[in-house]
């Protein structure tokens, strides 16, 4: 069975800075990866995932994710972060085959401040 | 397209009694999940259908737990004599399966369950 772990529960840091919000997984087989993004009151939206191919992917505001099959981690990051950025990320796996019901992390809080 | 809603978006209830939740996909997606999220937690799996087949359903998902999706449209998920332990946020996502591989959950905003 597959897991995910989110090491830190809470990331605070600066407008500007970069970020990097970590993700291990455990799994037996091959798997997707994905990060989710959760704004305070509102549902998670897709952030990026991978399925296959390059192991770097990108999400259209300026995160992104390697996949480290050798590591077993999935890493999030973003050069400079925004005061907007500021949310719960979410980081899950699926193993492929099967359902691909996902598993998801604890999450980690993204604090930006000014 | 609306993407999905949820209804309500937040319950408060007395310990025994029933609750029920709706969940209104995106129109053309033939997935629909049901994840229950503690604080401090991501989201759980519950149970999911394809149209309208329930085809899988976690542990998590005890006998006072029912969900349903007649003619594979919107679902309902029911609590019944609901506990303090049921105390979450139950999140409904939908995807659209084509053939094998992942496919991308869309998620609504949740309905906020508080027992007393």
Redesign the interface.
């Known amino acids: 069975a597959q897991s ?1 772990t989110q090491l830190d ?1 809470q990331v605070p840091v600066f407008e500007e800075a970069p970020v990097e919000l970590r993700c291990n997984y455990s799994s037996s087989v091959s798997v ?1 990866l994905f990060w ?1 993004v959760q704004y305070p ?6 952030l990026l ?1 991978y ?1 296959s191919g390059s192991t770097l992917v990108e999400s259209i505001n300026g995160f992104e994710a390697e996949f480290n099959k050798s590591q077993t981690s999935f890493h999030l990051r973003k050069p400079s972060v925004h005061i907007s950025d500021t949310a719960e990320y ?1 980081c ?1 796996v ?1 193993e ?1 085959g099967g ?9 980690t809080s993204l604090i930006v401040h000014p | 397209d609306t993407g999905v809603s949820q209804n309500p978006r937040h319950k408060i209830t007395k310990r025994g009694q029933n609750v029920t939740f709706r969940c209104d996909p995106i129109s053309e997606h033939n997935r629909l999940y049901w994840y229950r999220q503690t604080l401090g937690q991501g989201p759980e799996f519950l149970t999911y259908f394809q149209n309208e087949a329930q085809l899988e359903k976690s542990r998590l998902l005890s006998d006072r737990f029912s969900a349903e999706r007649p003619k594979g449209s919107f679902s309902t998920l029911e609590i019944q004599r609901t506990e303090q332990g049921d105390s979450a946020m139950y999140l409904c996502a939908s995807s659209q399966r084509v053939g094998g591989g992942s496919d991308t959950q869309y998620f609504g905003p949740g309905t906020r369950l508080t027992v007393l």
């Open positions: 995910v529960s997707y989710y009151n509102q549902g998670l939206q897709l995932k399925l979410f899950a699926s492929t359902s691909y019901i996902p598993t998801f992390g604890r999450g």
